[in-house]
């Protein structure tokens, strides 16, 4: 499900209408369905029922406090890429014992606030940080536990900027690697415990053939691991996608559930039936670090049309967002749906660049795309915008951050307030 749809002609956030939040705080402005979040949550758990699992939310998705507690209070366990995500998890009431903490370049800062406050496990991206994870840890006189993310070298077939699963990409450390890395930490680094093996090979994979191809090659690695140095996990990352492409109606998993086979190149029913049985039988924990697929689909940017502009060779809609808000469309080509709170009454779409007010021609959030009349002064919702939306705002061109709100029934909170101008200069000289 998704919590956004029209009733009598606006769009609502499960019970609320946008406009009236529009209104109330302005824009841009984040906009999130907690029962959207809670049901992704739980249809992923419930995918995964056959195995031992845990869902550890990858909180640069979306790290908001409100989310992250509303997640914590489900009982899930956190995926984290830096010492901030972790304190924003602790703030928020997540539990330290649940979290995996991946990144390429940890900092020492880093690594000794981690093991102060006792997390699952340091998932490691290379034999120099283990080395350096031993040391650490040594110097605390503490035994780190920790997994070592293995690169299986498989086409994620997804945006080259968010795929990370091949030999040319920084992560992990390769597959034919692994086995003597482990031997390695067994002999010489004793300070570190192998708890775990880890691995993600990109975001938004919407068919389910890498996600397979990756655990069918390295589950003998897992079980060998396992039989050798008594690894407990597995986690096998996240990066299930989600539909961008006319997200008001097939952002609804109930509405693509519904399609015909062909139609649906991964659903979360699928994922669990196919991944599950390839794992049962090796007894390890199974790890899931989903983040876009929890919050995606349950945000939305809502944004002021200002002016139209009309070119010779285009028309412009400029509005009060920009890819300082939502940067996904200029930084991956990134699609969202733009669907004006009010419904429209006629058919009538006419090709246009709906873009924002930075000095930037990459500041768009799309181009030539057939939309319903929108007029200066109307509120449009960019769609999808739950995951790496607010996460990736900047204040570039000394704007503002955006409120963001949390809608949950008939009540909404605002759960973060809008960056003043004094906010945004605090700190400098
Ligand atoms: N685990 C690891 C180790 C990751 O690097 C990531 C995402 C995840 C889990 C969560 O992936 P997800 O389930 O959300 O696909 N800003 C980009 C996406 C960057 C993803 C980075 N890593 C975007 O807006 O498309």
């Known amino acids: ?133 031993n040391e650490v840890a040594a110097e605390l006189g503490v035994i780190a536990p920790a997994a070592v993310r293995v690169n299986p070298n498989v086409d994620a077939q997804t945006h080259k900027y968010i795929s990370t699963g091949k030999s040319e990409n920084k992560f992990g450390v390769d597959f034919e690697a692994i086995a003597g890395l482990y ?12 708890r775990g093996l880890q691995m993600h090979i990109g975001s938004q994979l919407t068919s389910i053939s890498p996600f397979i191809e990756a655990v069918e090659k390295v589950a003998p690695l897992a079980a060998s691991l396992k039989a050798k140095h008594g690894i407990e996990f597995w986690s096998i990352g996240g990066g299930i996608g989600i539909i961008y492409k006319e997200s008001l109606e097939s952002g609804s998993l109930d509405w693509w559930e519904n399609q015909p086979e062909v139609e649906r190149p991964l659903t ?38 200002l ?6 060779a285009k028309t412009f809609k400029i509005v009060d967002a920009g890819m300082n808000d939502l ?50 002064g109307d509120t449009i919702a960019l769609m999808s915008a739950g995951a790496y939306g607010f996460a990736m705002a900047s204040n570039y061109n000394t704007r503002p951050l955006p409120a963001e709100v949390l809608v949950e029934g008939s009540t909404s909170t605002v759960i973060r307030k809008r960056q003043t101008l004094e906010d945004v200069i605090a700190g400098e000289l």
Do not use: W
């Open 183 to 194: 031997d390695h930490a067994a002999s010489h680094l004793p300070n570190v415990r192998m």
């Open 1 to 133: 499900m998704h919590g956004f749809s029209y009733k009598n002609g606006s769009l609502f956030c499960e019970d609320i209408e946008l406009s009236t939040l529009a209104s109330e705080y302005g824009t841009p402005l984040y906009v999130y369905s907690a029962a959207t979040i809670l049901d992704h949550y739980r249809r992923l758990d419930a995918a995964l029922n056959g195995v031992d699992h845990e869902v550890a939310y990858a909180v640069k998705a979306n790290s908001n406090l409100s989310v992250l507690r509303l997640l914590a209070n489900e009982g899930a366990g956190f995926d984290i890429v830096s010492g901030g995500e972790l304190f924003r998890v602790i703030k928020a009431g997540g539990d330290p014992a649940h979290c995996t903490f991946a990144g390429v370049g940890k900092t020492k800062e880093e690594i000794v606030y981690a093991l102060e406050q006792g997390i699952y496990s340091f998932n490691v991206e290379s034999a120099e940080e283990l080395t350096y994870l």
């Open 307 to 312: 002016y139209e502009k009309k070119g010779s």
């Open 268 to 305: 979360i029913e699928r994922y669990g039936k196919e991944i599950v049985p390839r794992l049962k039988d090796l007894g390890l924990k199974i790890l899931v670090e989903p983040g876009r697929f929890i919050v995606g689909n349950a945000g939305v940017l809502l944004t002021r049309c």
């Open 327 to 376: 940067i996904r469309p200029a930084l991956y080509e990134g699609h969202h749906e733009i669907v004006p709170l009010k419904q429209p009454t006629s058919d009538v779409r006419k090709p246009v660049d709906v873009v924002g007010p930075i000095c930037e021609s990459g500041d768009f959030f799309c181009q030539n795309r057939e939309l319903p009349d929108i007029q200066p």
